[in-house]
């Protein structure tokens, strides 16, 4: 008769599988449509209560509309969508909002062209208007926000 004297441990738990990268770009696009979904609601929110509500002229309540979205987007993207990312610089900031100007600027010349060009003036028409305007500049915000403003820090990306 032999005794076994080894002590038999159970197995560890196998170490979790690191995120598909299809996964994180599911979430993150997600995130982005979070925030950015807060930001829209911004948008129209200004641009209605200046252009039906006070009767400002369209481009301005337009333009004011989007700056004060972006202006609160960041704060979204900054703290919540993208806070996994490379702490916030100087560098960081003046990008988010370069790109997010240009985005603006995307958005007006959209809006100016259905508003004006193809005369969409009613309340109806000049929110279809700036909702097709919105979207498209959002495209171009999510591929230069997570590429160049805030980029996947090389330690987490492993």
Do not use: C
Not at 18 to 43: C, M, Q, T, Y
Not at 114 to 132: F, I, P, R, T
Request: net charge positive; proline share 4%.
């Amino acid at each position: 008769m032999t005794a076994n004297l080894t002590e038999t441990r159970p197995a560890a738990p196998p170490a979790p599988a690191p995120a598909r990268p299809v996964g994180r770009v599911v979430l993150e696009v997600v995130k982005f449509g979070i925030v950015g979904g807060s930001g829209v609601l911004v948008n129209f929110l200004v641009f209605n209560l200046l252009l039906h509500g006070l009767r400002w002229q369209a481009m301005t309540a337009t333009v004011l509309a989007s700056v004060i979205a972006m202006a609160t987007n960041y704060l979204g993207f900054r703290y919540f969508a993208y806070r996994d990312r490379a702490s916030r610089t100087h560098r960081q900031i003046v990008l988010f909002f370069v790109f997010s100007g240009l985005g603006v600027v995307m958005e007006i010349g959209l809006f100016w062209a259905g508003y004006h060009g193809l005369g969409m003036q009613s309340v109806m028409e000049s929110n279809a208007a700036k909702a097709l305007s919105i979207v498209l500049a959002s495209a171009f915000r999510f591929l230069v926000y997570r590429t160049w403003v805030f980029q996947q820090d090389a330690r987490s990306a492993v």
